[in-house]
């Protein structure tokens, strides 16, 4: 797990000023294909580039982030002509529904060609007498030149022993970020050695993404078009998934927050933890009759988009056993939709993959936007809005402690749980639950292979869960503290079993 979350680094600060600019052109462009085209001059100063060697390759790179965030698809590198940064907008500058997958890319330009895997020994080497290294070694792959320890690369099979036993801690492990952090193998490596997605494969989370320290992974973005929406004079109505707490300044409460949604333009603002209540009981009523009662095997949680998608491509077999309850983005969404049939809802949450599950045909989501943390900031930091300063209005009392603490690792099937004790007291509960999607696969093996019978099984492809999500602003101890105190505050722990 990357150690980067929640540090201010160059590489978010440039993130968040896509965002903004792209929020910027939608707010005040007059004409929209010169001030985008304008845009990497604007963010890229001649004087001072600080990412790149080059100013050129700098704004190459923010030509592509552009891209994605007006919701476009990289240009092809591989064409004579790979286009102006501006072709497709026109497709673009509309505000239905625009995610064509893939949703996470791979800027080449951007990409460093990390060594996927290798062993090296750096200057730490102290040339020792016992050179354990070399004695370890199944292949004699390693020899002492002027002294030092080198490994030679082709034999090397990169079983890690030489690392395990050097005194010096000399040998160094260099794995690609992006790589090391994906649970289900879908980094590839082009022809360059740059890294690439298997779109096949990959579910979505955005890991690589946060994990990826020269920022050369980025996903798509309905920023533009939820503006252009707003603008419109249509009705939208926001739902902030639980994880919102605290994401946005360690002074800015939930009744803030809502108030600042309002002012930015939304006519109301519902919590997802609403639709998630009505999930746990109904849950926790099939668990009690088709789990414990033998008849199913074991049941998996359904609310993240990248742990059902992994579980169905990885184990298709599971499928029956995934939750068909709607995911609390859904429900809530329902929810909104009956009481203003004419309104558009926009999903705003941690979450990258939830982009896809809003888009997706077999399930009509009800969802016309998702946003998420980070590129919601954007859109106050476009517009001014300081939300330190805002004065709350309503109370933003919607859901119980069970349906807000889904917002973190276990909290689904904690709630489950407790839905279970409270209304079918004497039923022995099996929880079990899985963080990031490498934790989630064995968890999935071990239920394939009868290891977990009668449990009810919560997956997360985040670690920590959804407080943890790629599109976050905050680092994660301090977001799961903020998530439990928002559900400790709740008026009920629990909701009613006839969905009150």
């Known amino acids: 797990m990357s150690n980067m979350r929640g540090i ?6 440039r993130r968040r000023r896509v965002f903004r600019e792209v929020a910027n052109l939608a707010y005040t462009s007059s004409n929209l294909k010169d001030d985008m085209e304008a845009l990497p001059y604007k963010i890229v100063d001649y004087e001072k580039s600080q990412y790149w060697e080059s100013v050129y390759r700098d704004r190459a790179i923010v030509r592509e982030r552009l891209r994605l965030a007006m919701g476009m698809s990289l240009r092809p590198e591989n064409r004579d002509h790979p286009g102006h940064l501006t072709e497709g907008l026109e497709e673009s500058n509309i505000d239905e529904k625009y995610y064509e997958p893939p949703l996470m890319q791979v800027i080449p330009s951007a990409c460093n060609a990390c060594p996927e895997n290798r062993y090296e020994v750096t200057s730490a080497c102290m040339g020792c007498v016992a050179h354990p290294c070399q004695s370890v ?21 990169r079983c890690g022993k030489c690392k395990e036993v050097c005194p010096y801690d000399a040998v160094s492990h260099k794995e690609r970020p992006c790589k090391a952090v994906c649970g289900v193998n879908a980094i590839k490596s082009d022809g360059f050695g740059r890294a690439c997605i298997d779109s096949e494969i990959c579910v979505s989370c955005g890991q690589c993404m946060v994990s990826c320290p020269f920022g050369a992974i980025a996903d798509k973005s309905q920023i533009f078009q939820l503006i252009r929406a707003m603008q419109s004079g249509r009705k939208i109505i926001a739902q902030v998934a639980p994880a919102f707490v605290g994401q946005f300044g360690p002074g800015v409460t939930p009744d803030m927050f809502q108030a600042a949604l309002k002012e930015l333009g939304f006519a109301d603002v519902y919590e997802t933890a609403l639709g998630a209540d009505l999930g746990c009981i109904k849950e926790a009523e099939h668990y009690v009759k088709e789990v414990a009662t033998g008849n199913q095997a074991f049941a998996l949680t359904s609310c993240c988009p990248s742990w059902s998608m992994m579980a169905k491509k990885l184990f298709p077999e599971t499928i029956d056993k995934i939750s068909n309850e709607l995911t609390p983005m859904v429900a809530t969404a329902r929810i909104i939709k009956e009481k203003y049939p004419d309104a558009s809802v926009v999903f705003i949450g941690p979450c990258a993959s939830k982009k896809l599950e809003a888009s997706r045909r077999t399930v009509r989501s009800d969802v016309d936007f998702v946003i998420t943390f980070e590129e919601l900031t954007g859109m106050f930091e476009a517009k001014g809005i300081l939300l330190e300063e805002i004065r709350a209005m309503d109370a933003l009392e919607d859901a119980t402690g069970a349906g807000r603490g889904y917002g973190v690792a276990g909290g689904v099937a904690d709630a489950i749980k407790k839905c279970i004790e409270t209304y079918h007291p004497g039923t022995e509960v099996k929880i079990e639950h899985a963080e990031s999607l490498a934790e989630c696969r064995k968890m999935l093996l071990l239920a394939k292979a009868g290891r977990k019978n009668g449990c009810l099984i919560e997956g997360m492809a985040c670690p920590g869960g959804c407080v943890a999500g790629a599109g976050t602003n905050i680092a994660i101890p301090q977001a799961m503290k903020a998530v439990a105190g928002f559900q400790n505050a709740a008026r009920k722990q629990v909701p009613d079993r006839n969905g009150a």
Not at 8 to 13: G, H, I, K, L
Not at 144 to 153: A, F, H
């Open 8 to 13: 201010d680094t160059p590489v978010r600060q």
């Open 137 to 157: 070694c199944p292949k004699q792959a390693i020899t002492m030149i002027d002294g030092k320890s080198v490994i030679d690369q082709e034999k090397c099979i």
